[in-house]
C-alpha cells in the first residue's frame, strides 16, 4: 500500500508559473498514466492514485465539513465513486478538478441530508471550528516559534471562524481559488457553474470574509 | 472608464486575471477611487493569510487504513455484482419452486406408501410359524384363534408365580392400526 507524502502541504505561492505549470504537467501524465491502468481494471494503480490525491481531497472535504470523522468517510465514499465512474472519465479535464467534482457533490448531497434530517434547518454547528478537537491529527500543525506561533494560532482561528460564517457555495469558492490553486474554468466544472457565477460568487464571499475579519472596515 | 468596473471585472483585476485594454480602463478608473485600490490590497492580504493558514492538503488519519477500506468496499462490490452470471441463476431459481414442489409432493406420496398399514402388518394376521425360548425347560404352542382375530402363545414349563406377585393396574389396550395389545405391570 501506498502511502502520502507529507501531512499538510500548503499552496505553493513560491514556485514561479513556468516551474509550477512543468510540475503540474509531469503530475498530469503520471495521473494519465495511472488512469488508463485503473481503467483497465489495475487496481494497484487506483491505489497510487488515491494516496496521491487524497490529502487535497481530504482537506477540501474537512474545510467544508469542519468534521474529521465525517471528512474521512465522505473522502472515503468520493474516491470510491470516482472508482465507479472512472470508465466514463475521458481525460479532458484533469484528474484532480475531477475528483474535486466528485467531491463537491458528495459534500452536497451529505449537506442535503443533514438539513432533511435537521428539519429543513442546516445545523450550524457544523462549522463551528470550536466543536473540531485541537489535538486532532486533522487540524493543522506548526512548529513555530511560541510568540509567533500563537499569532498564527489567532489568525487561523479568526480565518476559519470567518469562512465557516461564509454560506457552503461561497466557502467552497474561496477554498477552490485561494487554497486549492484552481483556476475560474475548473472551480465552474467543479461547482456546476457559470464562470459569471464564480466570479460573482468570489467578488461577494470576498466581500463577506471582510467584514467578518474586518467589521470596522465597512 | 467611465462607469465602475463590475464585480465580475474588478474580481478578475484583484486576482491578476485582467490583461489588455481592460486592465488598462480598470487601473485609470482605480487611479481616480483609491477606496478601489485599498480594498484590492485589502482583499489580496486577506487572501495571502487564507493561503499561508489554510493547508491545501491534509494527509487523512490512518492513510493505509483509509485506501485498504476503499479497495476493500470496491472489491467487496465486484463480488457482489458478478454481472453475467445473474440472469442464468434467475432461471434456475424459476425452475427450482416447481421442481422442489414436485419434490416434495413424490416423497409425500412415497411415505404415505411406505407408513400405510397393511394387512400383512396387522399384529391379529400374524402366523408365528415359531417361537425361540431362552430357558430349554420352556416349550411354547401357538394356537390361532381365527374368530377372534387372535394368536394365542401358552408356555410351558414356566416356574410358578409366586403368590406375593402384585399384579398392578388394569391391561392397557392399545387399538391403533385396528390391533389389540395388552400390557400389565407387576412389582414384588
Redesign the interface.
Known amino acids: 500500500?501506498?502511502?502520502?507524502s507529507?501531512?499538510?502541504?500548503?499552496?505553493?505561492?513560491n514556485g514561479s508559473p513556468d516551474n509550477r505549470r512543468i510540475k503540474s504537467n509531469d503530475i498530469a501524465s503520471e495521473d494519465a498514466i495511472w488512469v488508463a491502468e485503473a481503467q483497465a481494471g489495475d487496481?494497484r494503480a487506483?491505489?497510487r492514485l488515491?494516496?496521491k490525491h487524497?490529502?487535497?481531497i481530504?482537506?477540501m472535504i474537512?474545510?467544508m465539513v469542519k468534521n474529521?470523522a465525517d471528512?474521512?468517510d465522505l473522502?472515503?465514499e468520493a474516491?470510491?465513486k470516482a472508482?465507479k465512474a472512472l470508465p466514463k472519465f475521458e481525460s479532458r479535464a484533469r484528474f484532480s478538478t475531477w475528483l474535486f467534482r466528485i467531491s463537491h457533490n458528495v459534500v452536497y448531497d451529505w449537506l442535503r441530508k443533514r438539513r432533511i434530517e435537521g428539519d429543513g434547518e442546516l445545523n450550524d454547528e457544523v462549522f463551528d471550528t470550536s466543536r473540531v478537537d485541537p489535538g486532532a491529527?486533522?487540524m493543522?500543525h506548526h512548529n513555530a516559534p511560541p510568540d509567533e506561533a500563537m499569532q498564527?494560532n489567532e489568525?487561523?482561528e479568526e480565518?476559519?471562524a470567518a469562512?465557516a460564517g461564509l454560506s457552503e457555495g461561497h466557502r467552497e469558492v474561496?477554498?477552490l481559488?485561494?487554497?486549492?490553486?484552481l483556476d475560474?474554468k475548473e472551480i465552474a466544472e467543479i461547482t456546476g457553474n457559470t464562470i459569471?457565477t464564480v466570479?460573482?460568487r468570489?467578488?461577494?464571499a470576498?466581500k463577506k470574509?471582510?467584514s467578518i475579519?474586518?467589521p470596522d472596515?465597512d | 472608464m467611465k462607469k465602475e468596473p463590475d464585480q465580475t471585472t474588478l474580481t478578475q483585476w484583484i486576482d491578476g486575471e485582467l490583461v489588455g485594454e481592460e486592465l488598462q480602463r480598470v487601473e485609470t478608473w482605480a487611479q481616480n477611487h483609491p477606496e478601489l485600490l485599498a480594498e484590492r490590497d485589502a482583499i489580496q492580504a486577506m487572501n495571502q493569510s487564507i493561503r499561508a493558514t489554510i493547508p491545501a492538503s491534509i494527509e487523512p488519519p490512518y492513510g493505509d487504513f483509509f485506501n485498504e477500506r476503499i479497495l476493500r468496499h470496491i472489491e467487496s462490490e465486484q463480488l457482489t455484482q458478478a454481472p453475467t452470471l445473474a440472469p442464468k441463476r434467475r432461471i434456475w431459481q424459476w425452475l427450482m419452486i416447481p421442481t422442489a414442489a414436485a419434490g416434495m409432493a413424490f416423497c409425500f406420496y412415497v411415505g404415505t406408501r411406505v407408513a400405510e398399514p397393511t394387512s400383512i402388518t396387522s399384529p391379529a394376521n400374524i402366523v408365528v410359524s415359531s417361537i425361540y425360548t431362552p430357558d430349554g425347560d420352556v416349550s411354547a404352542d401357538i394356537f390361532r384363534a381365527e374368530g377372534a382375530g387372535a394368536t394365542v402363545i401358552v408356555l410351558k414349563g414356566l416356574t410358578d408365580i409366586p403368590d406375593d406377585l402384585e399384579m398392578v393396574g388394569n391391561p392397557a389396550t392399545d387399538s391403533s392400526n385396528g390391533a389389540s395389545m395388552a400390557s400389565i405391570s407387576t412389582s414384588y
Not at chain 1, 1 to 4: D, F, H, L, P, W
Not at chain 1, 6 to 13: A, P, V, Y
Open positions: 500500500m501506498a502511502s502520502g507529507k501531512n499538510t502541504q500548503k499552496s505553493d505561492g487496481m487506483f491505489d488515491v494516496s487524497r490529502g487535497k481530504y482537506a474537512f474545510n474529521d471528512a474521512w473522502s472515503q474516491f470510491i472508482w491529527s486533522t493543522p498564527q489568525l487561523c480565518i476559519n469562512l474561496i477554498l481559488r485561494e487554497v486549492q490553486g475560474y459569471g466570479m460573482s468570489l467578488h461577494y470576498r470574509l471582510q475579519l474586518r472596515a
